[in-house]
């Protein structure tokens, strides 16, 4: 079953390992498009990458003052094998893909526009935002919550 997922970059393929497996449980939701490049993801293939999962909303404040973080990290190593999927919080399709554009976050994006009765409030255990999944290319979650400069610590471990 196809999930509909937004990329400003126009790739991305498959993922699979814990990311897919969650995934391909989910019932599907009602996803809208963001501004550009919208496409299928698949469950099922492999990734050689890391991937980052991202918790977040427009209305979220403290979620918009991390972002320069995750814009930064994105810009870094993104070439070296990271990648990103934005799951957003958000209610309002308007305001989301607005977001995204203003706030300039050239990844993968998702939602269901429930708020906080979205699909991954209950798949990932989100209980406040912003939150974040590091998952490496086996599947397994390597690290949780990192913002800031313990995004830019455990990203140099990784890929430097």
Not at 60 to 71: H, L, S
Not at 117 to 143: Q, T
Not at 149 to 154: D, F, I, P, Q, S
Request: charged share 20%; aromatic share 14%.
């Amino acid at each position: 079953m196809p999930f509909l997922i937004l990329s400003t970059a126009g790739k991305f393929n498959n993922i699979t390992g814990a990311l897919n497996s969650r995934i391909s449980s989910w019932t599907t939701p009602k996803i809208y498009y963001g501004p550009e490049n919208s496409f299928c993801l698949r469950p099922g293939g492999s990734v050689s990458f890391d991937v980052l999962v991202d918790f977040w909303a427009s209305w979220c404040g403290p979620c918009k003052a991390e972002m320069p973080n995750v814009r930064d990290a994105y810009k870094q190593y993104h070439d070296k094998g990271f990648e990103i999927i934005g799951l957003s919080f958000d209610s309002e399709k308007e305001l989301w893909a607005k977001a995204i554009v203003e706030w300039q976050m050239p990844w993968i994006h998702l939602s269901d526009l429930k708020y906080w009765k979205s699909v991954a409030a209950e798949v990932y255990s989100v209980n406040s935002i912003p939150d974040n999944l590091l998952i490496n290319p086996e599947g397994i979650v390597v690290a949780r919550g990192l913002r800031g400069e313990a995004l830019a610590k455990k990203l140099a471990e990784v890929f430097d």
